[in-house]
């Protein structure tokens, strides 16, 4: 198994999009209503778009408004870490890759009640779509 971890930046500079660069390793957000998925109904599954982990279900995946794919709840939860994130000046949820530590986007309460009340709002870059065969 490849140790993603311990990947240096560099290498990671090289094998992703810029966009992507900008989004799992530094943190970033790409912008509303731009990225491939959000608006994405399909039936498969998103997988971590640095490393291949198994991330999120279409099943859950509903439209929040949001302009960013969101989805209730992980499809494996154990694929995903959260941390605190207190950058400009807010209090919210981090969402990173647990296999790769890529960067995601952010959770919060707002979600479906029916379904938990989660909100994991992922940005598209971070993730890759494979389609129900």
């Known amino acids: 198994m490849k140790d993603f971890k311990n990947k240096s930046e560099e290498e990671w500079e090289k094998e992703l999009t810029p966009q992507q660069f900008n989004v799992l390793r530094e943190k970033g957000t790409e912008p509303a209503f731009t990225g491939a998925y959000w608006n994405h109904k399909d039936d498969g599954m998103y997988y971590c778009a640095a490393c291949g982990a198994k991330l999120f279900s279409s099943k859950t ?13 992980p499809e494996v939860a154990e694929a995903i870490e959260t941390r605190e994130d207190t950058s400009h000046g807010m209090s919210r949820t981090e969402v990173v ?27 598209s870059c971070s993730l890759d779509f494979k389609p129900l065969e």
């Open 97 to 123: 890759c647990k296999k790769c530590g890529g960067h995601l986007g952010h959770v919060f309460d707002d979600g479906p009640k029916e379904e938990g009340g989660k909100r994991y709002c992922v940005n």
């Open 61 to 73: 995946k509903f439209d929040s408004g949001t302009g960013w794919p969101s989805f209730t709840e």
